[in-house]
T-cell receptor
Framework: AQSVTQLDSQVPVFEEAPVELRCNYSSSVSVYLFWYVQYPNQGLQLLLKYLSGSTLVKGINGFEAEFNKSQTSFHLRKPSVHISDTAEYFCAVSENNAGKSTFGDGTTLTVKP | GAVVSQHPSWVICKSGTSVKIECRSLDFQATTMFWYRQFPKQSLMLMATSNEGSKATYEQGVEKDKFLINHASLTLSTLTVTSAHPEDSSFYIC??????????FGDGTRLSIL
Protein backbone atom coordinates (compact mmCIF):
# COMPACT_ATOMS: atom_id res chain seq x y z
CA ALA A 1 0.00 0.00 0.00
CA GLN A 2 1.08 3.54 -0.66
CA SER A 3 0.33 6.79 1.09
CA VAL A 4 1.18 10.42 0.62
CA THR A 5 1.31 13.10 3.29
CA GLN A 6 1.40 16.75 2.41
CA LEU A 7 2.56 18.37 5.59
CA ASP A 8 1.05 21.80 5.04
CA SER A 9 -2.59 22.30 4.13
CA GLN A 10 -2.12 26.02 3.48
CA VAL A 11 0.97 28.04 2.64
CA PRO A 12 0.65 31.83 2.39
CA VAL A 13 3.63 33.68 0.97
CA PHE A 14 4.38 37.09 -0.43
CA GLU A 15 5.10 37.64 -4.08
CA GLU A 16 8.73 37.06 -5.10
CA ALA A 17 9.44 35.09 -1.94
CA PRO A 18 10.71 31.51 -2.11
CA VAL A 19 8.37 28.67 -1.26
CA GLU A 20 8.61 25.01 -0.34
CA LEU A 21 5.66 22.64 -0.32
CA ARG A 22 6.41 19.49 1.60
CA CYS A 23 5.51 15.94 0.63
CA ASN A 24 6.35 12.65 2.30
CA TYR A 25 5.37 9.24 1.03
CA SER A 26 5.40 5.64 2.12
CA SER A 27 5.53 2.58 -0.09
CA SER A 28 6.76 -0.98 0.05
CA VAL A 29 8.03 -0.80 -3.53
CA SER A 30 9.91 1.64 -5.72
CA VAL A 31 7.72 4.52 -6.71
CA TYR A 32 7.26 7.26 -9.19
CA LEU A 33 6.50 10.69 -7.76
CA PHE A 34 4.52 13.55 -9.22
CA TRP A 35 3.50 17.09 -8.43
CA TYR A 36 0.35 18.54 -9.96
CA VAL A 37 -1.22 21.98 -9.88
CA GLN A 38 -4.96 22.58 -9.91
CA TYR A 39 -6.53 25.95 -10.62
CA PRO A 40 -10.15 26.57 -9.52
CA ASN A 41 -12.71 24.48 -11.39
CA GLN A 42 -10.08 22.81 -13.52
CA GLY A 43 -8.37 19.46 -13.77
CA LEU A 44 -4.81 18.71 -12.78
CA GLN A 45 -1.75 19.85 -14.68
CA LEU A 46 1.52 17.98 -14.29
CA LEU A 47 4.27 20.20 -12.89
CA LEU A 48 7.04 17.61 -12.75
CA LYS A 49 7.74 13.97 -12.08
CA TYR A 50 10.49 11.77 -10.74
CA LEU A 51 10.89 8.40 -12.40
CA SER A 52 14.59 7.63 -11.93
CA GLY A 53 18.02 9.20 -12.34
CA SER A 54 18.88 12.63 -11.00
CA THR A 55 17.13 13.34 -7.73
CA LEU A 56 16.64 17.01 -8.61
CA VAL A 57 13.81 17.37 -11.05
CA LYS A 58 12.95 20.58 -12.86
CA GLY A 59 9.42 21.22 -14.01
CA ILE A 60 7.30 23.87 -15.62
CA ASN A 61 6.68 27.39 -14.33
CA GLY A 62 10.05 27.49 -12.55
CA PHE A 63 9.25 24.75 -10.06
CA GLU A 64 11.66 22.02 -9.03
CA ALA A 65 11.56 19.13 -6.60
CA GLU A 66 14.12 16.93 -4.93
CA PHE A 67 13.65 13.24 -4.32
CA ASN A 68 15.16 12.08 -1.04
CA LYS A 69 14.90 8.33 -0.69
CA SER A 70 16.27 8.13 2.85
CA GLN A 71 13.74 10.66 4.08
CA THR A 72 11.00 9.43 1.73
CA SER A 73 10.34 13.00 0.70
CA PHE A 74 9.66 14.86 -2.52
CA HIS A 75 9.42 18.54 -1.61
CA LEU A 76 8.45 21.11 -4.22
CA ARG A 77 10.29 24.43 -4.39
CA LYS A 78 10.25 27.67 -6.30
CA PRO A 79 12.80 30.43 -5.65
CA SER A 80 10.45 33.32 -6.43
CA VAL A 81 6.68 32.98 -6.64
CA HIS A 82 4.17 35.02 -8.61
CA ILE A 83 0.56 35.90 -7.92
CA SER A 84 -0.38 33.49 -10.70
CA ASP A 85 1.10 30.59 -8.73
CA THR A 86 -1.86 30.78 -6.35
CA ALA A 87 -3.48 27.36 -6.69
CA GLU A 88 -3.88 23.94 -5.12
CA TYR A 89 -0.88 21.64 -5.35
CA PHE A 90 -1.04 17.87 -5.11
CA CYS A 91 1.75 15.40 -4.55
CA ALA A 92 1.13 11.89 -5.88
CA VAL A 93 2.83 8.51 -5.92
CA SER A 94 2.46 5.63 -8.32
CA GLU A 95 4.07 2.26 -8.89
CA ASN A 96 4.66 3.11 -12.53
CA ASN A 97 4.53 6.00 -14.95
CA ALA A 98 1.10 5.19 -16.31
CA GLY A 99 -0.64 3.52 -13.43
CA LYS A 100 -3.14 4.81 -10.93
CA SER A 101 -1.83 7.27 -8.41
CA THR A 102 -2.38 7.93 -4.75
CA PHE A 103 -2.75 11.62 -4.03
CA GLY A 104 -1.98 13.70 -0.99
CA ASP A 105 -4.62 15.94 0.51
CA GLY A 106 -3.27 18.99 -1.28
CA THR A 107 -1.62 22.24 -0.28
CA THR A 108 -3.23 25.58 -0.97
CA LEU A 109 -0.57 28.06 -2.02
CA THR A 110 -1.69 31.66 -1.71
CA VAL A 111 0.65 34.31 -3.05
CA LYS A 112 -0.02 37.76 -1.69
CA PRO A 113 1.11 41.06 -3.24
CA GLY B 1 1.14 18.10 -25.43
CA ALA B 2 -1.47 15.44 -24.93
CA VAL B 3 -4.98 16.71 -24.47
CA VAL B 4 -7.91 15.18 -22.67
CA SER B 5 -11.33 16.71 -23.17
CA GLN B 6 -14.08 16.26 -20.61
CA HIS B 7 -17.69 17.16 -21.28
CA PRO B 8 -19.83 18.70 -19.93
CA SER B 9 -17.88 21.05 -17.70
CA TRP B 10 -20.90 21.85 -15.56
CA VAL B 11 -24.25 20.15 -15.22
CA ILE B 12 -27.24 20.83 -12.99
CA CYS B 13 -30.09 18.37 -12.92
CA LYS B 14 -32.99 17.16 -10.84
CA SER B 15 -32.74 14.35 -8.35
CA GLY B 16 -33.48 10.97 -9.91
CA THR B 17 -32.11 11.69 -13.36
CA SER B 18 -29.08 10.04 -14.88
CA VAL B 19 -26.10 12.04 -16.04
CA LYS B 20 -23.45 11.00 -18.53
CA ILE B 21 -19.96 12.49 -18.51
CA GLU B 22 -17.60 11.98 -21.44
CA CYS B 23 -13.83 11.82 -21.38
CA ARG B 24 -11.97 11.93 -24.69
CA SER B 25 -8.28 11.68 -25.48
CA LEU B 26 -7.81 13.97 -28.47
CA ASP B 27 -4.35 13.12 -29.74
CA PHE B 28 -3.32 9.78 -28.32
CA GLN B 29 -4.76 6.33 -27.79
CA ALA B 30 -5.86 5.98 -24.19
CA THR B 31 -5.67 2.34 -23.25
CA THR B 32 -6.48 3.22 -19.65
CA MET B 33 -8.70 5.91 -18.21
CA PHE B 34 -9.21 6.77 -14.56
CA TRP B 35 -12.25 8.39 -12.97
CA TYR B 36 -11.84 10.49 -9.84
CA ARG B 37 -14.20 12.29 -7.52
CA GLN B 38 -13.18 15.40 -5.65
CA PHE B 39 -15.11 17.06 -2.83
CA PRO B 40 -14.51 20.76 -2.06
CA LYS B 41 -11.13 21.46 -0.52
CA GLN B 42 -10.24 17.76 -0.66
CA SER B 43 -8.01 15.53 -2.68
CA LEU B 44 -8.90 13.33 -5.62
CA MET B 45 -10.42 10.00 -4.76
CA LEU B 46 -10.03 7.28 -7.36
CA MET B 47 -13.38 5.75 -8.23
CA ALA B 48 -12.48 3.30 -10.95
CA THR B 49 -9.98 2.27 -13.59
CA SER B 50 -11.20 1.45 -17.06
CA ASN B 51 -9.23 -0.35 -19.72
CA GLU B 52 -10.38 -0.21 -23.31
CA GLY B 53 -12.60 -3.13 -24.16
CA SER B 54 -12.77 -4.44 -20.59
CA LYS B 55 -15.01 -4.00 -17.60
CA ALA B 56 -13.98 -1.26 -15.24
CA THR B 57 -12.27 -2.02 -11.94
CA TYR B 58 -13.95 -0.17 -9.11
CA GLU B 59 -12.30 0.94 -5.90
CA GLN B 60 -13.63 -0.33 -2.61
CA GLY B 61 -16.79 1.42 -1.57
CA VAL B 62 -17.74 2.67 -5.04
CA GLU B 63 -21.07 1.32 -6.27
CA LYS B 64 -20.60 -0.04 -9.77
CA ASP B 65 -24.34 -0.02 -10.45
CA LYS B 66 -24.50 3.61 -9.45
CA PHE B 67 -21.49 4.77 -11.44
CA LEU B 68 -21.53 3.03 -14.81
CA ILE B 69 -18.30 3.24 -16.77
CA ASN B 70 -17.88 2.39 -20.43
CA HIS B 71 -14.60 2.44 -22.34
CA ALA B 72 -15.56 1.16 -25.74
CA SER B 73 -12.86 2.86 -27.77
CA LEU B 74 -9.28 4.02 -27.38
CA THR B 75 -10.38 7.65 -27.32
CA LEU B 76 -13.58 7.68 -25.28
CA SER B 77 -14.69 6.66 -21.82
CA THR B 78 -17.99 7.61 -20.24
CA LEU B 79 -19.17 7.79 -16.64
CA THR B 80 -22.92 7.64 -16.06
CA VAL B 81 -24.23 8.60 -12.65
CA THR B 82 -27.53 6.74 -12.47
CA SER B 83 -30.52 8.01 -10.52
CA ALA B 84 -28.44 10.86 -9.17
CA HIS B 85 -29.17 12.34 -5.74
CA PRO B 86 -27.87 15.46 -3.98
CA GLU B 87 -25.14 13.48 -2.24
CA ASP B 88 -23.71 12.64 -5.68
CA SER B 89 -22.98 16.32 -6.24
CA SER B 90 -19.25 16.66 -6.67
CA PHE B 91 -16.43 17.46 -9.05
CA TYR B 92 -15.63 14.49 -11.29
CA ILE B 93 -12.30 14.33 -13.09
CA CYS B 94 -11.06 11.84 -15.65
CA UNK B 95 -7.52 11.10 -16.71
CA UNK B 96 -6.15 9.09 -19.59
CA UNK B 97 -2.92 7.25 -20.22
CA UNK B 98 -1.45 5.12 -22.96
CA UNK B 99 1.92 4.05 -24.37
CA UNK B 100 3.43 4.41 -20.89
CA UNK B 101 2.60 8.09 -20.81
CA UNK B 102 1.81 9.70 -17.47
CA UNK B 103 -1.79 10.56 -16.75
CA UNK B 104 -3.29 13.49 -18.61
CA PHE B 105 -6.27 15.02 -16.86
CA GLY B 106 -9.48 16.45 -18.17
CA ASP B 107 -10.74 19.77 -16.84
CA GLY B 108 -13.38 18.13 -14.71
CA THR B 109 -17.17 18.16 -14.54
CA ARG B 110 -19.00 19.90 -11.74
CA LEU B 111 -22.19 17.99 -11.06
CA SER B 112 -24.93 19.61 -9.01
CA ILE B 113 -28.04 17.60 -8.17
CA LEU B 114 -31.03 19.58 -6.96
Amino acid sequence: AQSVTQLDSQVPVFEEAPVELRCNYSSSVSVYLFWYVQYPNQGLQLLLKYLSGSTLVKGINGFEAEFNKSQTSFHLRKPSVHISDTAEYFCAVSENNAGKSTFGDGTTLTVKP
Amino acid sequence: GAVVSQHPSWVICKSGTSVKIECRSLDFQATTMFWYRQFPKQSLMLMATSNEGSKATYEQGVEKDKFLINHASLTLSTLTVTSAHPEDSSFYICSATGNNQPQHFGDGTRLSIL
